[in-house]
C-alpha cells in the first residue's frame, strides 16, 4: 500500500512549533516527490484485464439490471449507521415562515393521550436505527437530585433558506437559534436574516432585520457587514470586536478567551443541513451536468442518473478541480473522492442496469483500458472513438458498430446503458475470472471461540441460536429461491474442531486439529454444505455445541489460525467467502499470531504512541496479503472484557473488507439484541467477493493514494476480499499536468467482482467534475462532509507514522491555510478582525473540531486503547453519510415529537445549552446511542417510553420498549453516566480535552490572521 498523504511529505516529519506555519510546507501538496509514479507518465494498461481469464456465463438478458445491490430495506444493510430522517423539506419559503411560537400546546401537550404515546413509540420504532457495537459499561445509576421544571419547549420552526448558500455577494449573519432551551432560551427573537442588498432579489424575509441576540456576551455586538462589492464570492462573515483574547490555542485544554463568542452567532451545522434539505430535499437529483454539485449527503432526494454516477457511490471534496497544480498548492484543498461502489439503492430508484456483449466482452480503450462509457467520443461516422480518459482514438469493434445521427451521437444511445448513464455493469467474461475459469460461489464459515468464559456466559448458547434462524436468510439473486452460498462451522479454543455436517449425516462428526502451527484442513466432503440440504444435521449442531464444551474449562485461545483454517477452507473448496469469527480474548495460546497485552498508557502522548495502532506481530499482516489473495474476507465479532489488542486482532478484518463489531463487557441481558442484529444485518447484506478496484482518470491528473479496507500490491489496483454496500474507499488525486476547463476532469472507476452466486462481473462508475483556473470556482464547489471524510481517514491513517501531536498540528494549520487562501483570493477586503468563511466550508471548522476531539486522535490515558483502534478501524471504510455522523452526531428532542406528524424533530446542535430539565433527547453517532432525560421530563413521556411512571422511577439498566433492539444507553440529568454523554456534545469543551467550537473558532482565526499577515 502506499504510503503518501501524511507520512512522507517532509513537513510532515518536522513537528512545527505551536500553531503557527509557513505556507509553503502544506498538507499534501507539499512535494510532488513521494507521489507514485513519475508525473505524465501514461497508466499502466488495465489492472482488471490483464491478470484476468475466462468465464462461460449466462449471457442473461441485458437491462434491467440483476437488483444486485439494489433494495433498501427498512434495516438498511450494515452496520454504518442509519440516521434518523430529519423534517420535511420546507419548499414553500413564505408560508412556513412563522415566528418563533411557544409550542407546548401544539406539539407537545401536557396530558398526552394513550394512543399518542402509543404512536409516538410507533413512529420510533419504524425509524432506521443502526449501530456499530457497544458502548456498555456505565457505572450503575445513582439517584439524581431532582431539578425544578424547565422552561417550556419550543417546536423547532421551519428554517428559511439562508441566501447566503451559494449565492455570490451575501452574508450570513448568525444562524437562528434552533435550540429549545438554550442559554436565555425563552421565546426568541425570529432568526435573524439581513440582506445585504447587493446581489440578487431580497428575499421574503427581508422584514426579519437583525434584531441583537438574546445571551449575546460581546459588548459590541455583531454589526452586519457591508461588503462584498465587486466580483467576490459569497461568505460567512463573523467580525471578532474584541480581538483575539487567548494564547495560541492548543487543541487541547486551550485557554480561555475571556470574552466568548455567541455559540448562535457562528455558523450553525444544523442550520446548514436544514437549508440544503429546504432547498433540495424531496427533488429529482438529475446527474446530467459535468461538475454540478450534489445536495448534502444528509439530503434526501431521489437521484436520477443522466451520465454521471450518483453521490450515492462518489462524493467528491470538490466538483471543480484547479487547473494547476499551483493552483492546487495554493489553496491546500484535497483533491479527492469517496466511492461506494455498492451503496444501497433505494427501491424509487433504477437499479443498475447488466450489459452483456457475450464472449467478445465490454469494450475497452486499447492504451488506457477505460471502458466504453459516455466520455468516449465516437468520429468518422461511428467507425472509430475516442478516449476521454487518455484521448486514443480506438476503432470500434464490428460487433458494436452503430451510425451516428446529425450531432455525431450514436443512434442507440439511449439504448445502452454504458452510452449513456454514470454507474451499470458488464458481465465479465472468462479473462476477467482467476484461472480462467469461472468462479465458484462464495461460502460463509462461522467461527466460534468456546473458551471457558463464552461457554459461561452464554454467548456460545446465544451464537448457536441465533444461527439457526440467519441462515435461513443467506444473501440470494433475487430470482433464485435458494442462496449459493455454503456455509461451513469451526469452533475452537486452543485447537480447532472442524464439523462434517453432509446432509446424508444423522449425527454431524467433529475432527479436532491440534497442530496449531501449521493448520491443514481435515475434510473436504461434508465441511462446506447447501445450508438447505443439511438444515437437520446443522442444527442437529448447533444444539449441541454449547452442551460439547460445557465441561471445558479451557481459558486460552488462538487467533490467527482461526483465521487461517478457515481460509485454507475456502482455498480448498476453490471458492471466495466469508469468515464470521466470534471471539472474546487476548490470545495467548502457543500459535502463530500469539499475542501479550501490552496496553501501555506510559506511551501516550509521546512520539511512541503510534506503536498501540500498529499491529504487535507482522503474522496478521501477511496472514491478511493471504487472505485477500483468495477472496478470504474476515467479519469479527469481538466481546472483550478486558484489553484485547484490537490493533492486532482488527487488522485482518480491516484488509480484507470485513467489518469489526466490538461488545465491550457485553451483557447479555442489555446487549444481546444489539448483537443479533448486527449480525443478521451482516450476513443479509449485499456484497461482492475476490474484488479489484481500479480509479482511472483523464489525462492532467491521477489517483495517488487510497483509504480504506484495502490491500495493495501495487500503486493502482486496489484489491478487497469483498466489499459489501457500507464500505467506502476515499481516493486522492495529484495533477500530472495542467487540466483544460473545457474536457474537465474525468473518472471512471472499476470493480470486477464475484457475485453471491459466483458470476464475475464489472461494476463501472463514471463522474466528471470541472475545471477552473479561478480560486473562487474551487471553493464554490467543495462539499465539507467528502472533506471531513478525507481528512479523517488520512489523519487516522497517518497516525500509524507519526506523532499525533504532529497529526492535530497539521489539521489545524490546513483548515487556517485553505481559509486564508479563501480570504485573500475569494473574499471582498475588509477588516482583519473580519472571519469570512466560504458558504461551502462554513461548517468546516466545527467539523475539524469534531475530528480533532475525536478519542482517536486525543492523546489521553483515560481512553481505552483498544476502543481508539477500534474507532479508527470504523471510520477507515466510512462513506460521507456516516463519518458526517459519527463525528456529528444527530441530537433529537423527543420530547417535541409532533405525534400527528410522520417525521421526527428537527435535531438540535450538539451542545449542553441546548439540552433542557423539562426534555427528552437521543443522540446517535452510528455507533452509540444515548437517550437523556431531563430531570423534569414530562411523565407521561416516560411512561410512554420506560412503562414506569417518573423519572425516579427508571434505572438506567433498563431497556426501552422502544429501543429494544438498539444498545441504548440511558442517561438521566445530573447522574454520573451523564459525563459520557457529554463526551458526544461535540460543540462544548471536551471532558478529556479538546476545545469547544467557539475557542477552536477563534484559533483558527487567530491561524488565519497571522497567514494573512
Ligand atoms: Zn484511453
Not at 283 to 298: C, E, K, S
Not at 620 to 649: E, I, R
Not at 954 to 976: G, H, P, Y
Amino acid at each position: 500500500m502506499s504510503q503518501q498523504g501524511y507520512v512522507a511529505t517532509p513537513p510532515y516529519s518536522q513537528p512545527q512549533s505551536g500553531i503557527g506555519l509557513s505556507p509553503p510546507h502544506y498538507g499534501h501538496y507539499g512535494d510532488p516527490s513521494h507521489t507514485a509514479s513519475p508525473t505524465g507518465m501514461i497508466k499502466p494498461a488495465g489492472p482488471l484485464g490483464a491478470t484476468a481469464t475466462g468465464a462461460i456465463l449466462p449471457p442473461g438478458p441485458p437491462p434491467p439490471g440483476p437488483h444486485q445491490f439494489g433494495q433498501n430495506g427498512a434495516h438498511a444493510a450494515g452496520h454504518p449507521p442509519q440516521r434518523f430522517s430529519g423534517p420535511p423539506p420546507v419548499n414553500n419559503v413564505a408560508s412556513s415562515y412563522a415566528p418563533y411560537q411557544p409550542s407546548a400546546q401544539s406539539s407537545y401537550p401536557n396530558s398526552m393521550s394513550t394512543s399518542s404515546v402509543t404512536q409516538m413509540g410507533s413512529q420510533l420504532s419504524a425509524m432506521q436505527i443502526n449501530s456499530y457495537g457497544n458502548s456498555s459499561g456505565m457505572a450503575p445509576p445513582s439517584q439524581g437530585p431532582p431539578g425544578p421544571l424547565s422552561a417550556t419547549s419550543f417546536q423547532t420552526p421551519p428554517q428559511p433558506p439562508q441566501p447566503s448558500i451559494l449565492q455570490p455577494g451575501s452574508q450570513v449573519l448568525p444562524p437562528p437559534p434552533t435550540t429549545l432551551n438554550g442559554p436565555g432560551a425563552s421565546p426568541l427573537p425570529p432568526p435573524m436574516y439581513r440582506p445585504d442588498g447587493l446581489t440578487g432579489p431580497p428575499p421574503s424575509n427581508a422584514q426579519y432585520q437583525s434584531p441583537p441576540l438574546p445571551g449575546q456576551t460581546l459588548g459590541a455586538g455583531y454589526p452586519p457587514q457591508q461588503a462584498n462589492s465587486g466580483p467576490q464570492m459569497a461568505g460567512t462573515q463573523l467580525s471578532y470586536p474584541g480581538g483575539f483574547p487567548g494564547g495560541p490555542a492548543q487543541m487541547a485544554g486551550p485557554p480561555q478567551p475571556q470574552k466568548k463568542l455567541d455559540p448562535d452567532s457562528i455558523p450553525s451545522p444544523i442550520q446548514v443541513i436544514e437549508n440544503d434539505r429546504a432547498s433540495r430535499g424531496g427533488q429529482v437529483y438529475a446527474t446530467n451536468t459535468r461538475g454540478q454539485i450534489p445536495p448534502l449527503v444528509t439530503t434526501d432526494c431521489i437521484i436520477q442518473d443522466q451520465g454521471n454516477a450518483s453521490p450515492r457511490f462518489i462524493r467528491c471534496t470538490t466538483y471543480c478541480f484547479p487547473c494547476t497544480s499551483d493552483m492546487a498548492k495554493q489553496a491546500q484543498i484535497p483533491l479527492a473522492a469517496v466511492i461506494k461502489p455498492f451503496a444501497t439503492i433505494p427501491s424509487n430508484e433504477t437499479p443498475l442496469y447488466l450489459v452483456n456483449h457475450g464472449e467478445s466482452g465490454p469494450v475497452r480503450c486499447n492504451r488506457c483500458k477505460a471502458y466504453m462509457c459516455p466520455f468516449m467520443q465516437f468520429i468518422e461516422g461511428g467507425r472509430r472513438y475516442q478516449c476521454g480518459f487518455c484521448n486514443c482514438v480506438n476503432d470500434v469493434p464490428p460487433f458494436y458498430f452503430q451510425h451516428l445521427d446529425h450531432v455525431g451521437r450514436r443512434l442507440d444511445h439511449y439504448e445502452k446503458p454504458e452510452l449513456s448513464l454514470g454507474s451499470y455493469e458488464y458481465v465479465a467474461t472468462l479473462d476477467y475470472c482467476r484461472k480462467n475459469k469461472p468462479p465458484n460461489p462464495p461460502a460463509f464459515i462461522f467461527m466460534i471461540d468456546v473458551s471457558y468464559s463464552n461457554i459461561k456466559n452464554g454467548l456460545v448458547k446465544l451464537i448457536c441460536e441465533e444461527l439457526k434462524t440467519v441462515l435461513e436468510k443467506l444473501p440470494k439473486e433475487e430470482q433464485e429461491e435458494t442462496s449459493a452460498i455454503r456455509v461451513g462451522f469451526i469452533t475452537y479454543n486452543k485447537v480447532l474442531h472442524f464439523f462434517n455436517v453432509k446432509s446424508n449425516l444423522a449425527q454431524p462428526q467433529m475432527m479436532v486439529v491440534t497442530d496449531v502451527g501449521e493448520v491443514f484442513v481435515p475434510l473436504l466432503d461434508g465441511f462446506l454444505v447447501n445450508y438447505q440440504e443439511s438444515q437437520s444435521v446443522i442444527h442437529n449442531l448447533l444444539d449441541q455445541i454449547p452442551d460439547m464444551f460445557a465441561d471445558s474449562n479451557e481459558n486460552e485461545t488462538v487467533f490467527a489460525p482461526v483465521i487461517q483454517a478457515g481460509m485454507e477452507a475456502l482455498k480448498a473448496a476453490d471458492c471466495p467467502g466469508k469468515l464470521f469469527i466470534f471471539h472474546s480474548s487476548l490470545p495467548t495460546a502457543e500459535a502463530p499470531g500469539k499475542l501479550k497485552n501490552r496496553d501501555d498508557k506510559k506511551l501516550v502522548n509521546t512520539d511512541k504512541e503510534k506503536i498501540l495502532f500498529q499491529p504487535q506481530t507482522n503474522v496478521y499482516d501477511s496472514l491478511a496479503k493471504d487472505c485477500v489473495a483468495h477472496g478470504c474476507s474476515v467479519t469479527l465479532f469481538l466481546f472483550p472484557s478486558q484489553y484485547v489488542d484490537v490493533a492486532s486482532l482488527g487488522l485482518v478484518p480491516q484488509l480484507t473488507g470485513g467489518t469489526l463489531y466490538k461488545y465491550s463487557n457485553f451483557q447479555m441481558h442489555l446487549d444481546s439484541q444489539q448483537f443479533l442484529n448486527d449480525l443478521r444485518n451482516d450476513i443479509e447484506k449485499k456484497i461482492g467477493f475476490d474484488a479489484i478496484m481500479r480509479v482511472r482518470t483523464s489525462t492532467g491528473f491521477r489517483a495517488t493514494d487510497f483509504f480504506g479496507g484495502i490491500l495493495m500490491n501495487n500503486t493502482t489496483d486496489v484489491e478487497m476480499a469483498a466489499i459489501d454496500c457500507d464500505k467506502a474507499v476515499t481516493v486522492e488525486f495529484k495533477h500530472d499536468d495542467k487540466l483544460s476547463e473545457d474536457s474537465g476532469a474525468l473518472i471512471q472507476c472499476a470493480v470486477l467482482y464475484t457475485t453471491i452466486s459466483g458470476q464475475r462481473r464489472l461494476r463501472i462508475h463514471n463522474l466528471g467534475l470541472n475545471c477552473s483556473s479561478q480560486l473562487a470556482d474551487l471553493y464554490k464547489s467543495c462539499e465539507t462532509d467528502a472533506l471531513m471524510n478525507f481528512f479523517a481517514k488520512s489523519a487516522f491513517k497517518a497516525i500509524l507514522h507519526q506523532p499525533l501531536k504532529v497529526i492535530r498540528e497539521i489539521l489545524v494549520n490546513q483548515t487556517a491555510h485553505m481559509l486564508a487562501c479563501y480570504r485573500k483570493n475569494c473574499a471582498s477586503p475588509s477588516a482583519a478582525s473580519q472571519l469570512i468563511l466560504p458558504d461551502s466550508m462554513k461548517v468546516l471548522p466545527v467539523y475539524m473540531n469534531c475530528l480533532l476531539k475525536n478519542c482517536v486522535l486525543l492523546s489521553r490515558p483515560e481512553i481505552s486503547t483498544d476502543e481508539r483502534a477500534f474507532q479508527r478501524q470504523l471510520v477507515m471504510t466510512m462513506g460521507v453519510a456516516d463519518s458526517q455522523l459519527f463525528f456529528y452526531p444527530q441530537l433529537l428532542p423527543i420530547h417535541t415529537l409532533d405525534v400527528k406528524s410522520t417525521t421526527l424533530p428537527a435535531a438540535v446542535r450538539c451542545s449542553e445549552s441546548r439540552l433542557s430539565e423539562g426534555g427528552i433527547f437521543l443522540l446517535v453517532n452510528g455507533l452509540h446511542m444515548f437517550l437523556w432525560l431531563g430531570v423534569s421530563s414530562p411523565p407521561e413521556l416516560i411512561q410512554g417510553i420506560f412503562n414506569v411512571p417518573s423519572f425516579a422511577h427508571i434505572n438506567t439498566d433498563m431497556v426501552s420498549i422502544f429501543f429494544i433492539a438498539f444498545m441504548l444507553t440511558i442517561v438521566k440529568q445530573r447522574e454520573q453516566p451523564e459525563m459520557v454523554f457529554r463526551q458526544f456534545l461535540v460543540e462544548d469543551k471536551g471532558l478529556y480535552g479538546g476545545s469547544s467550537y467557539v475557542d477552536f473558532l477563534c484559533c483558527v482565526h487567530k491561524e488565519i490572521c497571522q497567514l494573512l499577515n
